[in-house]
Structures are given as C-alpha cells and as structure tokens.
C-alpha cells in the first residue's frame, strides 16, 4: 500500500512541476527502428542519441517544424555509429548528439568514449558533409534517487568524459554544448527539480535543456 501511495505521490509532483511533463518525459517504447523509419530532409535539425531524445517529437518544445527526434534510443557510441547512416542520407541541416551515461558500458575510459564520437563525427561529415554538427556533454545525474545503480555509480567519471568530448568538439571543429555546468547543483549531482529518478529529465530539466540548445537550434 506504501509503496502505491509513493506512486501516486511521485506521479503527481511530475504533474506539478509542468503541466505537459508527462508529453517530454522519457519514453522506451519507441525505439530505433521507428526513427530510422521517417524521412529526414535537407531542411530538418536532428536530435540523436539517448534518452533526453525518447518520446516526443520536439519541434512541439521549440516550435520549430524543421527539429525532428531521431534518437536512435538507448544506444551506445557503437549502435550510433553503426545505424546512423539511414539518417544521413536525407542529408539533414543539423545534427545534435547526445551520449548518455546510461549508455555507457561499463569499464569504459572516457578517452574510448570519446573516442567512439569520434568516430561518429568522422562519419557524419563523410556521409552527410553539409551537415552541421553539434556535440552536447553527458549530463550529471543523482545517485541518491538511487534507481538506476548500475548508471549512477559511475557519475563522478562524468566529467572527465565531458573533458574528453570537449577536446573532440575542438579537433573536429565541430559545436561543443555544455549541459552539465547547467545542470549540476553545489554537491556535482543532478538537482532534484530535473530529474525523478535521478538519470532522465523531468518537464522542467526539459524545458532547461531547450533554452540552452535554443540558440544552436536558431543560428
């Protein structure tokens, strides 16, 4: 019965936080091959990678008909890297990729992550080399909320990975976003108001996150 009540409690704080949160919260149901599936156009602006991409289209959060979710979801640097291609040939305006920490294996060195979006960077411009690309930095996330142990263990590597994404965005020329600084509170863990579950974002951590990547968006 106590743990119904906490259900229900913690649903309808993710209500109050932002009445269409529900609409930008992460979604596992559509999955890769629903993305891979749609058109992609010169005109479009793209959203790749893991979760903050999952479950909705977010041309409704910029209001921006050219902004497309493809986020080829819950996937490493590798499943990335190997099904990105199908997106590229639309040769779309924009890219924005995002690589989560709950996308990374374990035992992974920030340098090998790097490393992969590395390589993802190398094939866009290849494929698709109209395509302006922007790299975001892997967000913190909050290992008190303690639901995802596996994921959460691992958010102090968080910086060193950013670092090393950051270098990558700099050889490649390429944007570097920085979300994490954002997004961190005084103790180096995702605040509360963004998050439930201590990893993906609630409507607020969205709306935050669109008025960083606003400007990327515009330019």
Request: glycine share 6%; with cysteine.
């Given at each position: 019965?106590?743990?119904i009540?906490?259900?229900?409690?913690?649903?309808?704080?993710n209500?109050?936080?932002?009445?269409?949160?529900?609409?930008?919260?992460?979604?596992?149901?559509?999955?890769?091959?629903?993305?891979?599936?749609?058109?992609?156009?010169?005109?479009d602006?793209?959203?790749?990678?893991?979760?903050?991409?999952?479950?909705?289209?977010?041309?409704?959060?910029?209001s921006?008909?050219?902004?497309?979710?493809?986020?080829?979801?819950?996937?490493?640097?590798?499943g990335?890297?190997?099904r990105?291609?199908?997106?590229?040939?639309?040769?779309?305006?924009?890219?924005?990729?995002?690589?989560?920490?709950?996308?990374?294996?374990?035992?992974?060195?920030?340098?090998?992550?790097?490393?992969?979006?590395?390589?993802?960077?190398?094939?866009?411009?290849?494929?698709?080399?109209?395509?302006?690309?922007?790299?975001?930095?892997?967000?913190?996330?909050?290992?008190?909320?303690n639901m995802?142990?596996?994921?959460?263990?691992?958010?102090?590597?968080?910086?060193?990975?950013?670092?090393?994404?950051?270098?990558?965005?700099?050889?490649?020329?390429?944007?570097?976003?920085d979300?994490?600084?954002?997004?961190?509170?005084?103790?180096?863990?995702?605040?509360?108001k963004?998050?439930?579950?201590?990893?993906?974002?609630?409507?607020q951590?969205y709306?935050?996150?669109?008025?960083?990547?606003?400007?990327?968006?515009?330019?």
């Open positions: 019965m106590k743990k009540v906490f259900f229900i409690l913690l649903v309808l704080c209500i109050s936080v932002y009445s269409q949160s529900r609409k930008y919260s992460t979604y596992y149901y559509q999955r890769a091959t629903l993305f891979e599936s749609l058109s992609v156009t010169s005109d602006i793209l959203f790749v990678g893991n979760s903050i991409t999952d479950g909705a289209e977010w041309f409704e959060l910029f921006n008909p050219k902004v497309k979710n493809r986020g080829i979801s819950g996937d490493t640097t590798y990335v890297y190997d990105i291609s199908t997106l590229l040939k639309g040769y779309p305006q924009k890219i924005f990729l995002l690589i989560g920490i709950n996308n990374v294996p374990q035992g992974e060195s920030a340098d090998t992550i790097a490393y992969g979006i590395h390589k993802i960077v190398d094939k866009i411009k290849l494929e698709s080399p109209t395509t302006r690309i922007y790299l975001q930095s892997v967000l913190p996330v909050n290992p008190d909320l995802f142990q596996g994921h959460t263990s691992r958010w102090e590597m968080i910086p060193d990975i950013n670092k090393a994404i950051e270098k990558v965005a700099k050889r490649e020329g390429v944007k570097y976003i979300l994490y600084s954002h997004f961190v509170n005084s103790a180096g863990k995702m605040d509360v963004y998050t439930n579950d201590g990893l993906h974002l609630l409507g951590g709306l935050l996150w669109r008025d960083i990547v606003k400007p990327y968006v515009n330019e």
